[in-house]
């Protein structure tokens, strides 16, 4: 099946940052264990990218992006811990595209509209690849999880609930 160039392709290409891109079937779901099943991968190789804001002083906004195991949640205690925020709440998902370029179900810690603190949950280095979304539904990339936290700027930390 032929895949269509995204924006984190080109943007990946243009760092010469090596990535494989996936297509994957959405209407057989996109979540973790779904895309994990057709990448032939294990769905805690496959990251999802969460938007999260923090209300500051001057009643706006500050945004923190958080890329974690499609399978889990994210604690936002430890999330705010690792953005050194008092408190964060999830994006509404309305303002996910004006925000970052990017709609639900496709977000990609690659090429968002502006670059935004991001944070990779500690599990990625346990794995020499992870996946995460190519920048639209239906496409996904492979890399390696170090390429990827130096190329965006992201700290490894521990960002989800614990089961």
Request: charged share 20%; aromatic share 8%; proline share 6%.
């Amino acid at each position: 099946m032929l895949i269509s160039k995204t924006n984190v392709m080109r943007v990946l290409e243009s760092a010469r940052i090596p990535f494989t891109a996936y297509n994957y079937d959405a209407k057989l779901g996109i979540d973790a264990r779904s895309v994990a099943t057709q990448l032939n991968k294990m769905p805690e190789q496959v990251f999802k990218t969460l938007v999260t804001q923090s209300p500051t002083q001057t009643h706006s906004f500050e945004h923190f992006v958080f890329v974690i195991p499609a399978a889990n949640e994210l604690d936002l205690k430890k999330a705010a811990l690792a953005a050194k925020v008092k408190n964060l709440e999830m994006q509404p998902m309305k303002n996910l595209l004006p925000l970052t370029g990017y709609i639900h179900g496709g977000c990609s810690p690659i090429g968002m509209k502006k670059p935004f603190q991001t944070f990779i949950d500690e599990t990625a280095i346990l794995f020499d690849t992870i996946c995460v979304s190519g920048g639209k539904i239906g496409v996904t990339i492979e890399i390696n999880p170090n390429q990827l936290s130096e190329f965006i700027h992201a700290p490894f930390c521990d960002l989800t609930k614990g089961i």
